[in-house]
T-cell receptor
């Protein structure tokens, strides 16, 4: 059965710290990996990754995919309280479906 | 604003009742997905429609059903409601089959409270 596993489930850090969130997957027909941020509302899209080793970057957030080891990481540098959210990882398969991880709840303390 | 609209924003109803949640996808998107998110839980995929046809089913209860209409809006029907059905229900749309882009765009959600 296809699955996406995120770790840690929750993380508490102080403002200014750097965090690394992990997403590993076992999906038979992998096509892409997506990261979303969810605050107290709908998930919002961050990145889509399809190729190994190519970093995607947006401000203080960056992400990279390793298709050989079947994982991705999401890095956030110089964290701010506004980064507090649940970060969701999802993998797209050949049936046009997204398989979702349970999310990592990130809390940034001032 | 993702371009996906959902109504109503909030719904409070009693056990045993039936409700209908409505979703309008982004202009041009043919796929609609429904998700359930209970308190502090992850997204649970319920069902997907593509251009009016059911494409995939997830963990959708038999008491729940959905459809997508010719104008591409979709409705999720929840019947014989139980307390455990209280959750946030999201609709998302995508243009995956036409664009190859897996990004799903989420509506603001409908918060259902069953009392």
């Amino acid at each position: 059965e296809d699955k996406v596993v995120q770790s840690p489930l929750s993380l508490v850090v102080h403002e200014g710290d750097t965090v690394t969130l992990n997403c590993s997957y076992e999906v038979t027909n992998f096509r892409s990996l997506l990261w979303y941020k969810q605050e107290k509302k709908a998930p919002t899209f961050l990145f889509m990754l399809t190729s190994s080793g190519i970093e995607k970057k947006s401000g203080r957030l960056s992400s990279i995919l390793d298709k050989k080891e079947l994982f991705s990481i999401l890095n956030i540098t110089a964290t701010q309280t506004g980064d507090s959210a649940v970060y969701l990882c999802a993998v797209g398969d050949s049936n046009y479906q997204l398989i979702w991880g349970a999310g990592t709840k990130l809390i940034i303390k001032p | 604003d993702s371009g996906v609209t959902q109504t109503p924003k909030h719904l409070i109803t009693a056990t045993g009742q039936r409700v209908t949640l409505r979703c309008s996808p982004r202009s041009g998107d043919l796929s609609v997905y429904w998700y359930q998110q209970s308190l502090d839980q992850g997204l649970q995929f319920l069902i997907q429609y593509y251009n009016g046809e059911e494409r995939a089913k997830g963990n959708i209860l038999e008491r729940f059903s959905a459809q997508q209409f010719p104008d591409l809006h979709s409705e999720l029907n929840l019947s014989s409601l139980e307390l455990g059905d209280s959750a946030l229900y999201f609709c998302a749309s995508s243009a995956l089959e036409t664009s190859g882009n897996y990004e799903q765009y989420f509506g603001p959600g409908t918060r259902l409270t069953v009392t």
